[in-house]
């Protein structure tokens, strides 16, 4: 039986892992694990939050205040209002002040909408108008891929005063 060196939290001889931050050695059991999708909608993640192994201390300090807020944020991101740029009969009186955002290179619709959602609530924003979806169709070697990008204008809006507007279903 091999021995490894002794975890930092548990002490016991197990440790395979190493923390990103303090470099301190610990066990798989110890080691608290962030994948490359923890923070993905970020614009640019952080030097500290873009590594994979953590010691329980470094974690506590540095990695789960953004993480809560990250997931807080993508939970929101699911609930932002959406409008397509064919629906201008609801959104016409809106005023649009806010610069457009635009995505490219999402896997299908749906992140594309959920990227620029997640932009609009870290900006206080509750709603996307003017949403306008394109895709195009990539050829890697065999392997033929479809992107999509989108633009929207990020508002923020009365879901009440909304609903006044809507169509009967
Ligand atoms: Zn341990
Ligand atoms: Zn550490």
Not at 50 to 73: A, I, Q, R, W
Not at 115 to 125: E, G, T
Request: glycine share 2%.
């Amino acid at each position: 039986m091999t021995l490894h060196p002794v975890c930092k939290t548990c002490r016991k001889p197990k440790a395979t892992f190493a923390c990103a931050l303090c470099q301190a050695d610990i066990c798989k059991n110890c080691t608290q694990f962030l994948t490359e999708n923890s923070f993905a909608f970020l614009k640019t993640i952080p030097e500290e939050l873009s590594h994979s192994t953590y010691c329980s201390n470094c974690f506590d300090d540095k990695v789960s205040g953004p993480l809560n807020e990250y997931n807080d944020t993508m939970e929101k991101a699911k609930e932002v209002i959406i409008y397509s740029k064919v629906q201008t009969k609801l959104t016409r009186y809106l005023k649009r002040k806010a610069e457009p955002y635009s995505v490219d290179n999402c896997e299908d619709e749906s992140e594309a909408l959920l990227r620029m959602s997640f932009f609009a609530v870290q900006a206080n924003f509750n709603a996307l108008i003017d949403v306008e979806l394109k895709n195009r169709k990539l050829t890697a070697g065999s392997h033929k891929k479809t992107i999509w990008s989108a633009t929207a204008v990020p508002v923020t809006i009365d879901p009440k005063e909304i609903r006044g507007h809507e169509d009967p279903p």
